[in-house]
Structures are given as structure tokens and as C-alpha cells.
């Protein structure tokens, strides 16, 4: 039996990605473990100063940066959070559409965090010359006509 509430650790990290910031980020210890992993398609760190830098970068290279999130599946020590993360790239309004899979440890923090979402689709194929790449192979391998 787990000695916290997995559901009320998970709408706290839910609450914690929905209202990110800069400044936020310095209060990552109470959401995650000192040794926590995080895993994305680009990123694969460990430790709170890694997943800090994942996010400063974040805030860096993209304008408005967003988390909403749309639903939470919590069960023992793992949760799932589904999102959309709102972002402009380039003066063009993206939204990327993922989930995370949440371990947590005994005092409810975060020890591992895995993004799951399409690069490809949610990405590359929004991107002018890569894109026109990226529908072209999907038409090719597609079982279906379209």
C-alpha cells in the first residue's frame, strides 16, 4: 500500500505544468525527486538540475509555452496525464498533443517521467521542407488511398 494519494500527486503535477513558468521552475523539487529521470523524443536526463535545463530550454527556443492538461488515470504509484502543449514556433500557433506516464516514489514525488507523443506527426510534418517530406513517405506507406 503506497503512503500517499497517487491521484492528488498527479493534480499536482498536472497543476504544476498547467501553470509553468520560469520562476516555477525553481519550485521543481516539490513535484519531483532529486534522481528523477525524464524521458521525451529528444531528451533522456536524470536528475532535478537535467529536467530543469529540458524546461529552461523550453521557455528559450519557443514563444508561449502552454500545458493543458486534458485528463489524469491515476492507480498505486503511477499515473498518466494526457495534454495538449500550446506553443508558437516561428509566429505559427502549434499544438502538440501527448501523454506523460508518471512513476512516483513513497513521498508522492515524481522519480519517472515519460513523454509519449509523434514527433513526426505533431513536429516534423508542420515544418515547410521536412513536412513536404514527412506526407509524401506518409502517402507512400499508407495501406490506405488519401
Not at 32 to 51: H, M, Q, S, T
Not at 108 to 113: C, I, K, L
Not at 135 to 142: F, Y
Request: hydrophobic share 45%; glycine share 4%; aromatic share 10%.
Amino acid at each position: 500500500m503506497t503512503s500517499f494519494d497517487c491521484r492528488a500527486a498527479a493534480e499536482n503535477v498536472a497543476r504544476f505544468y498547467e501553470n509553468l513558468t520560469p520562476l516555477l521552475l525553481g519550485k521543481i523539487d516539490a513535484f519531483y525527486a532529486e534522481n528523477a529521470r525524464f524521458k521525451d523524443p529528444f531528451n533522456d536526463v536524470a536528475g532535478l538540475k537535467a529536467i530543469t535545463r529540458i524546461f529552461e530550454h523550453m521557455f528559450e527556443t519557443v514563444e508561449s509555452p502552454r500545458f493543458v492538461i486534458t485528463s489524469i488515470i491515476a492507480e498505486g504509484q503511477q499515473a498518466m496525464l494526457a495534454w495538449d502543449f500550446h506553443l508558437n514556433l516561428r509566429n505559427r500557433a502549434i499544438v502538440i498533443r501527448g501523454v506523460s506516464h508518471l512513476s512516483f516514489d513513497e513521498a508522492g514525488r515524481v522519480e519517472v517521467h515519460r513523454d509519449y507523443w509523434d514527433a513526426a506527426e505533431e513536429l516534423y510534418a508542420r515544418l515547410p521542407l521536412i513536412g513536404a517530406l514527412m506526407r509524401l513517405l506518409r502517402r507512400k506507406l499508407s495501406a490506405t488511398e488519401g
